[in-house]
Structures are given as structure tokens and as C-alpha cells.
């Protein structure tokens, strides 16, 4: 479930969300296929049965379809305005340079600290992941946990090649996949146990719909399939452009019904102590501690892995960090320290992922898509594609503005994830 796991050194898709990439036009449509799977499911997917359980089972699945359905067409819009914006001779290969010529340098710079901050608050959502597991298996307190991740992690930073990391990456997915095939069949133990317990009570504990958690439910599945920031970077790497669009419509199809799956599976299994991330609810015996650590070890891996296109965006902007190698050294350590920090003063990952998902990943994800849309090709649209694009730029808002009030609110409250 590594979201950076096949990242490349190409500068445009360093820039972009995620990172892997092919040499332009090489890709299959399998290797597409699993660029997209790579690209696109996250850890934040541990987070939809807590989602789901908020939501209720029906309103989360019907609500994770739907948003997934209008990520999928405002990200389809980028190549649209790509090749309106060739055919008016300026050529653009990344989300950042899109954002130049329409928005002008001050647009540019919003582009990338949007994208630096959601990299840089999946990497550190990583460390809440770690901490919370470490202490419900052994009790480790966060604050210690959070400070011994730091040297480990300063250490693999530091890498200048991404080629380095690759072994790490391999062992980061082979240890998130078993870990996460064994969540769906610890699911399904807890929800056969249950469901023979003659005091169990299932509508005391299982809802279909609630409407308090649709804002919640919202901001997670934005946050678990936020990679807008790849998808010029794919298309170009894709043998066959001109199938993009279908291809990555029906891989993220399948995606969203697996999540919908996972996340109801969670919440049947768990119901009302349903946390986040799902594996605080697995017992600490045997197996279950092992699928705990191996997540754990699966993400600190995918760390550094995540923090790459980071690099190379400061980098590429800040020359003395390209020849200095003790400021860049610097720079990365402090914020990598900086993410220990973070991680520590808001330890609860269901929070986090609502905050990063209602907030930078709204604004990647629908605002400046729908609005590059209707700024290049406004007057040549027809009415329901322009209505269409009106929509979801004023709802990506509406929802940023209000998803993101919620989420300080139940951190200022410090709303626990049970």
C-alpha cells in the first residue's frame, strides 16, 4: 500500500505527488496498471473502516464511490488542458508547470507547497501509524517512539539516488501487502466471532447511515486516493495515451470497490470500536503482533520513499542545496525532525488524514483541476460539462472550508479514534 514505492529520478514526476515513472511512452498497459495501484492506494486505507464506522456502512460506500467518480473526472481534465495548451504552442509536463503558465509564478509556488505539504503529511502520518501500533502492542510511549524513528530515518534521507532505495521499496511492499491480507482475514475472524456471540447486539453497534460522518468519510477517501499530482506524468509514460483516460477510470474503479469492501469489512467486524487505523483493533497475540510490526516496518521504509519529490523540489529551486552538502543535509534532517514533532502533537492518525484530506488534497484534487478546466476551455464547453466543472470547483471549496473546520475542531478537542 505504498503510495511512492516505484518513484523514478525524472525531475517532472519528482514534482508531482507521487513518483512512479516510466521513459515517455514506454509503459505497457499492465505496467500502467500497476503504476496506477501503486500511485493511488495509500495507507490512508486502514483508515476507511474507522470512516466507514462514522459514516455508517451505506452512506461511507455510497460516499466513496461517488468522490471517487468526480476525482477521477476533474484529475482527466489535466490532460485535457495539456493538449489545449499544446495546441496553443506552450507545452507543459507537470502539475507545477500547468499551474506557471495559467496562475503565473506566484500559481506555481502555490502548486508545490500544496504538493510538498501533502507528501510531506503522508510521510509524517506514517509515524502516527508507527506510534500507535508501538504502543498498543508493547505500550512504547509516542513521544518515544516519535524521537527513535528520527535517526533511522535522517540516515535514509540522505539518499540522492532513488535507484538506492529500490531494495527498501520491495521490502516495504511485500511487508504491506501480507500485513494487509491479514487484516481482511482478521476481519472477517472478528466478525464471525461476533455474530456467534449471543449478547452481541448488531444494531447497537452497525449503522447504515449517519449523517454527522459524511464530512469524515469525505476527507479520508480524498486523502487515500489523492494522486492528481501523477497523473500528467503517467499519460506520458503510457504506450498509449489516447487510452489513458479509460485505463485509469477502470483501475480506479476496481480500487474504489475495494475499499468500499475493506472499509465495510472493517466496520462489520469491529462496529462501534471500529479505530483508526484498523490495526489498533487487532489483538496483540501472536500473529496480529506480527502484522502490526510488519505494517510498521512496511511504512518507515516507504518514508523516505515519500520525502523524495520533496527533495528535488527545494532542490532543483535552491542551487547551494544541490553543492552544499552539509545544508542539504541540514535541511533534510530538520524536517524530518519537524515530521517527528507533528507527528507526536497530533497523535490521532483518523484526525490527521480527515485534516491533510479536507485541506491540500481538496485543493490538488477538484479545486485546481476544475478551475485550469474552465479558465483554458471555458467558452468551448458544452453546458453540462461547464455546470459540471462549476460544481465540483465550488463544492471542492465549500467542502475544503467546512471538512477542514471539522478537522481542527475534533483535534482541538483531541477526539480520540474509537
Known sequence: IDDTATATTNTNAQQSHHGPSMPPGSANTVQMVINIIISFVGAGLLGQPHAFMKSGWLLGGIALLVVSALNVYAMLRLPVVQQALMKQGTKTSSYAEMAYVILGSRGESIVIVCLGISQAGF????????????????????????????????????????????????????????????????????????????????????????????????????????????????????????????????????ISLFMVFFGIAGSLAFGSETQAPITLNLNSFGPTTFVKLALCFGLYLTYPIMMFPIWTIWESRNPILQTDAKQRFLVRTGVVIGSAMVAFLMPNFGVFLSLVGSSICTLLAFVFPSYFHLHVLGDELPRWQYLLDVMVLVGGCLFGVLGTYQSVVAMLQGETSE
Open 123 to 254: 510521510a509524517t502520518g506514517y509515524i502516527i501509524f508507527i506510534a500507535a501500533n508501538l504502543y498498543s502492542i508493547a505500550k512504547i510511549p509516542r513521544l518515544l517512539v516519535c524521537a527513535a524513528c528520527v535517526p533511522g530515518l535522517v540516515g535514509l534521507v540522505q539518499f540522492q539516488d532513488l535507484k538506492n532505495l529500490s531494495p527498501f521499496s520491495l521490502l516495504a511492499n511485500l511487508a504491506n501487502f501480507g500485513a494487509l491480507t491479514a487484516v481482511l482475514l482478521q476481519d472477517y475472524q472478528s466478525y464471525d466471532q461476533h455474530h456467534h456471540d449471543s449478547t452481541y447486539q448488531e444494531d447497537d453497534t452497525i449503522h447504515a447511515i449517519r449523517w454527522s460522518g459524511l464530512l469524515y468519510v469525505v476527507a479520508v477517501t480524498i486523502y487515500s486516493m489523492e494522486g492528481v499530482g501523477l497523473v500528467l506524468n503517467l499519460r506520458d509514460s503510457y504506450r498509449h495515451p489516447q487510452q489513458f483516460g479509460t485505463v485509469l477510470s477502470v483501475t480506479l474503479a476496481v
